[in-house]
């Protein structure tokens, strides 16, 4: 039986308004970062994701241990709801998350960069053993 959960939170992060994906599944958390602008409505909330969702980088997965989850009394359940919004910045499953996708991102430019400049030292190599060859044939 596969569990699924998944989690918006919207937050002021100064100056755009962020809104930070979670989604679980059969234990393991993913996350993703989405830039709003300006403080969204809850239509254009649900228009952006459900246009833009497979657009989505999410982060690798992190294994997580998920709560049973047990029927709530709808007072509290509300009340829940209540504290949650008024709660502002990232679970830190979360953050690790994001961290995470920002460190695999931030090795793939790495590696580019590297093979960019070994390509461009070669190809220096090559255009000087021409120059080379051309100065040798002149004598």
């Known amino acids: 039986m596969a569990n699924i959960t998944a989690k918006l939170t919207v937050f002021f992060d100064d100056p755009f308004w962020v809104g930070v994906y979670e989604r679980n599944e059969n234990h393991r958390m993913e996350a993703c970062k989405i830039l709003f602008g300006t403080e969204p409505k809850d239509y254009e909330i649900y228009a952006y994701l459900s246009s833009h969702f497979f657009e989505f980088k999410f982060s690798p997965s992190i294994r ?18 209540s504290r949650n919004l008024h709660k502002t ?3 830190t499953k979360a953050q690790q998350a994001l961290k995470l996708q920002h460190e695999v991102a931030k090795q793939e430019r790495k590696q580019k960069r590297k093979k960019k400049s070994e390509e461009e030292k070669q190809h220096q190599f090559v ?8 100065k040798h044939k002149g004598k």
């Open 64 to 81: 997580t241990k998920l709560k049973d989850e047990k029927s709530l009394n709808p007072k509290r359940l509300q009340r829940e709801i």
């Open 89 to 91: 910045g990232l679970g």
């Open 127 to 134: 255009l000087k053993q021409q120059k080379k060859k051309q």
